[in-house]
Nanobody, 113 residues
Framework: QVQPVESGGGVVQPGGSLRLSCEAS????????MEWYRQGPGQKREFVAS???????NLADSVQGRFTISRDNAKKMVYLQMSTLSPDDTAVYYC???????WGQGTQVTVSS
């Protein structure tokens, strides 16, 4: 199986934190950039964060200062640490392996009081 598998979603109150995990597979994980996208209710899928194979990161303006992306090549894992969450962050979050264009099934994050 080469499709990434996300986990860690759930319901959290505004101002809270969550950490999403993405378990990837395949030979080329360590060479591939990895990304997180999200799709809110009635919205288009949007870019959230990326991390290159050299560890360089890029974050969407909307999550700068609140989200952090990291990776563990030995474990073939990518993480999205989210803090100071707001209802606007409610979405299905998807992990994307650029090399091979593999998408996960997504994990739901709901921010609600």
């Amino acid at each position: 199986q080469v499709q990434p598998v996300e986990s860690g979603g759930g319901v959290v109150q505004p101002g809270g934190s969550l950490r999403l995990s993405c378990e990837a597979s395949g030979t080329f994980f360590s060479a591939s950039a990895m990304e997180w996208y999200r799709q809110g209710p009635g919205q288009k899928r949007e870019f959230v964060a990326s991390i290159a194979n050299n560890g360089r990161t890029n974050l969407a303006d909307s999550v700068q200062g609140r989200f952090t992306i990291s990776r563990d090549n030995a474990k073939k894992m990518v993480y999205l640490q989210m803090s100071t969450l707001s209802p606007d962050d409610t979405a299905v979050y998807y992990c994307h392996q650029v090399w091979g264009n593999y998408w996960g099934q997504g994990t739901q994050v709901t921010v609600s009081s």
